[in-house]
């Protein structure tokens, strides 16, 4: 049974850790809903602003770049055409495109339940409480000094909490490297961008709630 550690402000942990659910842990670790997961939150991003200039967009070109006959070459009626250096471009990409993708509810259950199974099965996640939080007195000092003692300065750390703590989010703030996520805000790519996962203890008993 995976079993997770509390730790504590100065760096060091409880000495009982806790045990998890058995339903925490998902039974199949399913990776192509991880993959889907993964592409949908990225195509999201995606603003649709580019745009192009058609032929009846750029500028210049209305007058006949030479006369119709008599120069041995084809005939061109405008340096705006598409087959001109500088000239429209067809059927390019303009403003207001929809990139987003669907994925179904069930699918992103299965998502979220391989990696958070990945997770909680690392030995780069802890626990920690709401103690932590109001010790760090909303100080960038204290939070690194925490960092430090915890040998995780050096690492892209994710706080998951159940109920968001004011202390905890001024005292990461100005922190490039730490992020604070409220779990029902959590991604999947966030789960899997972060090398060490603090956990709020809450968070697992909302969590067996999700998966069961």
């Known amino acids: 049974m995976a079993k997770l550690k509390l730790i504590k402000i100065d760096g060091s942990f409880e000495t009982e850790p806790v045990k998890l659910s058995p339903g925490l842990i998902a039974k199949e670790l399913k990776q192509q809903p991880v993959f889907d997961a993964v592409l949908v939150e990225q195509a999201s ?87 932590l939080f109001n010790k760090t007195e909303g100080k960038t000092k204290v939070m690194m000094q925490f960092l430090k003692s915890a040998k995780l300065l050096d690492k892209n750390v994710l706080f998951v909490v159940n109920t968001l703590n004011t202390n905890l989010e001024q005292s990461t703030s100005n922190i490039k490297n730490v992020q604070v996520k409220h779990l029902d805000k959590v991604s999947v790519r966030d789960l899997m961008l972060a090398n060490a996962l603090l956990v709020e203890k809450e968070v697992l008993k909302a969590l067996e709630g999700k998966f069961k």
Request: charged share 25%; aromatic share 6%; proline share 5%.
């Open 45 to 131: 991003w995606r603003q649709g602003t580019h745009s192009i200039l058609t032929k009846g967009e750029v500028r210049g070109g209305g007058k006949k770049p030479y006369k119709q006959k008599h120069t041995g070459k084809a005939r061109q009626g405008s340096t705006r055409n598409p087959h001109f250096v500088g000239g429209g471009i067809v059927f390019g990409p303009k403003p207001n495109r929809n990139y987003s993708l669907k994925l179904n509810k069930k699918a992103h259950t299965a998502a979220l339940h391989t990696v958070w199974s990945e997770k909680l099965a690392s030995d780069n996640t802890h626990l920690v409480d709401q103690n």
